[in-house]
């Protein structure tokens, strides 16, 4: 039988703010074990939560960047569960009545909705050193401030999910709201997952995943559940509504607990918390600051800057990348020449090393100055890839290399005749060879003659001189 496969996310974003949800801990990551806590975020009696203004700033232009409607009247509640990383036995959510809603993202050619934007708080961390009988609990994330990003179910594939998530981040790393760093935890998802006969339009049992620290992990999880799920139903056998954890070393789903309903939460309004009217002004406010977002961006670049959909599509895809393109352009107008340095050699050190592209030793400045280098005929185009490497690693311009290795490109024509003439000398055979027809020869010929003026010379040059001599 085949079947139709149905994918919501639940995406959850830990906000950029210096302090948590509800409290004035800090939020800085990597700080000692429960060095961040206070009366609050722990809930302790008495202690009484107020709301940080930054993260519900925040909130907003996440809400609207998405197309998000916003609630004139929101509130607070209290999802109410035992677990050891939330020492006050509930979460401050929303339930009923959330910040946003009907919203949506475009990939490709589908509209993916989104039902809820809905602010939260984090619950603190569990850790189970290996071998040991005990676990430890760290709650210096307790309270920090959550987006939940919830679509409804329009996604039909894992790669459509994946695509999904690609965008989304890409929007939130535009707003600068988050670092969305997945190996810090502030950017999780989970997946829920069903299958159903095609034409059904009923959905299936649907299945809760968990615990995948990358859109890679989401893709593969979804895929194996989607097949596990087929698997199921062709031999006659029962989903059940549960969640399950994605375990990255096998490869494989289990299970880990028969998934809670909503009423199994016992919501009820945070009495701490009054509900209030979201000003108008204040929303408008946040909309006109709102920043050129990729889809927009990368139209620009295209329509502008004359680039193809797919180079505007990857200069606009993480805006630190976008951002250091048009940094180059201001100081360097070609923008195919640009792009195909940034898209190529560049981003190619920067996936090697895994690393941010501002993080790589090579500036906006110093590459421009090694493309004009390259215009004004100082040096060849494989001498800038070797240029450029070392300017990576050791962290000197271009053009101090070029002068303190005496890379200059030779386009002296006497020069080059010199060593034409010196390599046809010595290559006999090939000499015949092109003259006998055999025109790849010519090629053999040239290579020879940049290893003779050991790579400066150039090329251009030392191809018309040979066709010259050899009398073509």
Same mark, same amino acid.
């Given at each position: ?19 948590? @949800? ?77 910040? *946003? ?11 993916? &909705?989104?039902? &809820? ?52 981040? *890409? ?29 059904? %339009? ?9 615990? /995948? ?14 097949? &596990? ?13 549960? %969640? ?8 494989? %789903?289990?299970?880990? &607990? ?57 200069? %606009?895809?993480?805006?630190?990348? @976008? ?90 024509? *006497? ?34 003659? /940049? ?22």
């Amino acid at each position: 039988m085949s079947y139709e496969t149905v994918i919501g996310l639940e995406v959850h974003l830990q906000l950029a703010t210096k302090t948590k @949800a509800f409290c004035g801990c800090s939020t800085k990551f990597g700080a000692r074990a429960n060095s961040q806590v206070c009366p609050v975020c722990l809930g302790f009696p008495g202690s009484l939560p107020v709301l940080n203004e930054e993260a519900f700033r925040f909130a907003i232009k996440v809400a609207l960047a998405l197309n998000c409607k916003i609630q004139s009247l929101i509130k607070f509640d209290r999802k109410n569960y035992y677990y050891p990383d939330l020492p006050k036995n509930f979460q401050i959510s929303q339930y009923d009545m959330p910040l *946003s809603y009907d919203g949506f993202i475009d990939i490709a050619a589908k509209k993916i &909705r989104i039902k &809820r934007v809905h602010m939260e708080e984090d619950a603190g961390k569990l850790m189970h050193p290996e071998g040991e009988s005990y676990s430890l609990v760290d709650y210096n994330r307790g309270g920090m401030p959550l987006l939940e990003i919830v679509t409804e179910p329009d996604l039909n594939s894992p790669q459509e999910a994946y695509d999904y998530l690609t965008k989304l981040k *890409s929007i939130l790393e535009y707003l600068r709201v988050s670092d969305c760093d997945m190996e810090k935890g502030s950017l999780r998802c989970d997946a829920n997952i069903s299958i159903r006969p095609q034409g059904e %339009t009923k959905l299936g049992t649907k299945v809760e995943l968990k615990n /995948m620290n990358s859109f890679r992990g989401v893709r593969s999880a979804l895929e194996y559940e989607e097949k &596990r799920q087929a698997s199921v139903l062709d031999e006659k056998g029962k989903l059940i509504q549960e %969640t399950r954890l994605w375990d990255t070393g096998r490869c494989v %789903t289990a299970s880990m &607990r028969v998934k809670e309903e909503a009423e199994d939460y016992r919501y009820f309004p945070e009495p701490d918390l009054v509900p209030f009217v979201v000003d108008r002004n204040q929303i408008e406010e946040v909309r006109s600051a709102l920043p050129e977002l990729p889809e927009a961006r990368s139209l620009r670049f295209k329509e502008k800057l004359g680039l193809s959909d797919y180079d505007a599509g990857v200069l %606009t895809g993480q805006v630190d990348v @976008a951002d250091y393109f048009e940094e180059c352009l201001k100081l360097y107008p070609n923008a195919k020449v640009a792009a195909n340095w940034i898209m190529g050699d560049v981003m190619a050190a920067v996936n090697t090393r895994n690393i941010n592209i501002r993080e790589l030793a090579l500036t906006p400045i110093a590459l421009v100055g090694l493309l004009k280098m390259i215009d004004s005929g100082a040096i060849n185009g494989k001498m800038a890839k070797d240029v450029l490497i070392e300017a990576i690693e050791t962290k000197a311009s271009p053009d101090e290399i070029v002068r303190k290795k005496g890379l200059s490109q030779i386009s002296d024509s *006497s020069q080059i005749e010199e060593a034409v003439k010196k390599v046809l000398q010595k290559e006999i055979k090939s000499v015949d060879d092109y003259k006998a027809g055999k025109k790849a020869a010519l090629g053999f010929l040239v290579g020879q003659v /940049m290893k003779e003026t050991k790579g400066k010379a150039n090329p251009a040059m030392v191809n018309a001189t040979l066709k010259k001599i050899l009398g073509e």
